[in-house]
RNA sequence: GCGGCUAUGGUUUAGUGGUUAUGACAUGAGCUUCCCAAGCUCAGAACCCGGGUUCAAAUCCCGGUAGCCGCACCA
């Protein structure tokens, strides 16, 4: 008996059966890419697409696509040029690895001395067209693309806030380890979404919808304490202040509520909120959507954030583009200025070089110092005389102001998905002292949907089983036809995929055009005619109707 | 990147400085059976890559690559 762990078994499965294999195998592979086969392709497929129903198509954000390779600018306004990079030294006398201190001279471990400091960027880095110097980086997250396409994003959206974007796209990250399958790749897919919001207002217009959704809470509290996990609702959790803001809250809950409807245990699900000193220093609140593994414990698979106005700001500024976002006043409001007008003939004549710097002063003079009576500019101080300058009280209405909005970010890593998917929905069982393996899939995430069985391969059963195949491709099932072997075995070869539904032909079908339905989970069968297999099967599939109910059960 | 362990058919595994490199499971063909991995026959399919030592290397040595574990980082 050969003993795997949970990964183990996990990995071997999904090689074998056509979920993953290493990538470039025949010379070799590389540490962290991962080929995503057949049936691994068509469950990231129905992954993404859940996705996208919760975020693009209820949610109301629209879907992006945004190039994966980016110029320069882009990178060094969002700061991955300077800071998508760990200075490492290491200790000669004991090995170990730190992130440099400028002031850090013998090893803090162990005392030994320091060897070379090394940078490593973790960006991928080429250049763009033939002979050309212009660089370019594979991008390490597919926000930077989405924020740069904030004007024309804003003006799409009529110019309001709320308003969010989404995009499902390749990112790249050379990793100075990858390793733990598709847990930690160099070239992986994120899902992210970016909402745009007001900072004054913080509130989520459905969060109702979800307040009474109960999570599994790990705040930076309790992980410098007890190390205690808490049970609450969101609402009570927003009204303590452990979640700072409903908005995040709003997403919070969402998250959850995808990860279960795509599979996931909910008992294996938690959020744990980053401590002072690894938050990221622009962002105000963020979260880790973690997932308990077998071998490696509870992991990061979906990050939320608040990264307030960090990055419209850092590309406002890169690019001398206007970020804000005008937003009206309930009311306009009515009031009094002072308007200054220089005298430019004067003030030119009297100033000679030194006028730009007395106008740029006018300009920007506060009421105070104009009732004083003086400017200051350098260190002469000029007495404004009318000659200089006119004035004159106005009355505006401001109708509203320009605010930078911030940033609300959930990102999730589909990779990482994948794998702990496969994990929580691993299972074995013993049947009539048999192991029977299953792969216990939500029926609309399973690659396959469902398998055609003729009992026989002959006897006219093989010609029925492939009309009832024909029938469920037209209707747009993903369904597999398989008739070598035992029908035990064929049930089993599908238990582990996670075939929701197998379809078999038998005598009956003969007499009175009937099939039988399995249930890959309970192993139960229905009868069904054969011309409703389709719409039987879209109904279990979408889980409107209880398999019992289905039809006849045996 | 550093340290430790490891590398044999699709998967898992045995093995030895020397003929044609085990077995199991899986896969394909056939027979038989026919509703939960039955049986029989047959078939295809492997020593990670490069260098060295040796008459001879899958085996010993060195280097590389990959995997696992730890450090670090992260979706």
């Not at 086969?37 to 696509?65: N, S």
């Not at 980086?137 to 974007?165: C, K, N």
């Not at 009094?336 to 300009?363: H, S, W, Y």
């Not at 401001?398 to 990102?411: A, D, K, Q, T, W």
């Amino acid at each position: 008996m050969i003993i795997m762990d949970k990964y183990e078994k996990v990995i071997e499965l999904a090689k074998r059966r056509g979920f993953l294999w290493p990538s470039f195998e025949i010379y070799g592979s590389t540490a962290g890419f991962w080929d995503f086969g057949p049936l691994g392709t068509a469950l990231k497929r129905r992954i993404k697409e859940i996705w996208i129903d919760f975020h693009v198509i209820r949610g109301g954000f629209y879907e992006i696509e945004t190039p994966t390779m980016c110029i320069e600018d882009v990178f060094v306004a969002s700061g991955h040029v300077n800071n998508f990079a760990d200075l490492m030294v290491e200790c000669k006398k004991c090995g170990e690895a730190f992130k440099v201190d400028s002031a850090m001279e013998k090893c803090p471990e162990c005392g030994g001395s320091l060897g070379e400091v090394c940078a490593f960027n973790l960006m991928f880095k080429t250049s763009i067209g033939p002979g050309s110097k212009r660089i370019g980086y594979l991008r390490p997250e597919t926000a930077q693309g989405m924020f740069v396409d904030f004007h024309r994003l804003l003006r799409f959206y009529r110019d309001r806030l709320p308003f969010g974007v989404a995009q499902i796209g390749k990112v790249y990250r050379n990793e100075i380890s990858p390793r733990q399958g598709t847990l930690r790749l160099r070239e992986f897919t994120i899902a992210e979404v970016e909402i745009f919001i007001d900072p004054r207002k913080t509130e989520h217009p459905n969060f109702e919808d979800v307040k009474n959704v109960v999570l599994q809470l790990y705040p930076a509290k309790e992980q410098l304490s007890d190390g205690k996990t808490l049970k609450l609702s969101l609402k009570d959790a927003v009204e303590k202040g452990i979640i700072k803001q409903q908005f995040v809250g709003y997403h919070i809950a969402q998250i959850q509520l995808f990860l279960l409807e795509i599979g996931f245990s909910q008992e294996k699900i938690r959020f744990r909120q980053h401590k002072n000193d690894e938050i990221a220093h622009y962002a105000i609140d963020c979260w880790d959507a973690e997932a308990l593994t077998d071998r490696f414990g509870w992991i990061e698979i979906v990050g939320i954030a608040n990264r307030g106005d960090y990055d419209l700001k850092a590309h406002a500024k890169h690019s001398q583009n206007e970020m804000t976002v005008f937003v009206p006043y309930d009311k306009p409001i009515t009031r009094e200025r002072m308007v200054i007008k220089p005298n430019m003939r004067a003030i030119g004549r009297k100033f000679k070089d030194n006028a730009a710097k007395v106008t740029e002063a006018l300009r920007t003079l506060s009421l105070d110092q104009f009732e004083e009576g003086t400017i200051r500019v350098g260190d002469e101080v000029i007495p404004l005389t009318k000659d200089l300058v006119k004035y004159e009280l106005v009355s505006e209405e401001i109708s509203g102001e320009r605010v930078l909005p911030h940033v609300i970010e959930p990102s999730y890593g589909i990779d990482r998905i994948v794998y702990v998917l496969l994990e929580h929905s691993f299972d074995e069982e013993e049947v009539e002292g048999e192991r029977r393996v299953v792969l216990r899939l939500p029926p609309n995430i399973a690659p396959i949907q469902g398998v055609v069985l003729p009992l026989l391969s002959r006897d006219g059963l093989d010609k029925k089983g492939r009309w009832v195949e024909r029938s469920l491709r037209k209707n747009g099932f993903l369904v597999d036809y398989d008739e070598s072997g035992t029908i035990g075995r064929r049930y089993r070869r599908h238990d582990e995929i996670g075939t929701p539904f197998a379809i078999t032909i038998d005598h009956q079908t003969l007499d009175d055009d009937t099939v039988t339905i399995r249930d890959r989970d309970s192993m139960k069968q229905i009868r069904v005619l054969i011309g409703d297999v389709p719409s039987v099967m879209g109904e279990l599939i979408a889980g409107g109707v209880i398999f019992e109910k289905a039809g006849t059960l045996i």
